[in-house]
């Protein structure tokens, strides 16, 4: 069963703006660290930012200054503000996350991905 859910995808025109949203509904342990993936067709999945449990954050170079990400621990979520996309920015982005378990056992859950298209 997938537990996470990422909504916010959608058509966006060259320098448009997006804000995705993953939310990990059912989860009764600690939630780690979390991120946002993308793929475009024909590339290998890459990762676009990432937030630890102290909001420490890291980007992939090119997002840099362009994308934000965040968190609510209150509700399990992770978001990401894209703006200035570009049309290399297309791609479906999907959400990771970090279950902890038990001490020592952390679980990796993916989200199905939502779609992100640029075009004018």
């Given amino acids: 069963q997938v537990q996470l859910t990422e909504y916010g995808g959608g058509l966006v025109q060259p320098g448009g703006s997006l804000r995705l949203s993953c939310a990990h509904s059912e989860s009764v342990f600690t939630i780690d660290g979390m991120g946002w993936y993308r793929q475009a067709p024909g590339k290998q999945r890459e990762s676009v930012a990432a937030i630890t449990n102290t909001h420490a954050t890291t980007y992939e170079e090119s997002v ?43 679980v990796e859950l993916w989200g199905q991905g939502t779609l992100v298209t640029v075009s004018s």
């Fill in 64 to 106: 840099k200054g362009r994308f934000t990400i965040s968190r609510d621990k209150t509700k399990n979520a992770v978001y990401l503000r894209l703006n200035s996309l570009e049309p290399e920015g297309a791609a479906g982005y999907c959400c990771r996350a970090e279950e902890r378990i038990r001490p020592g056992k952390v």
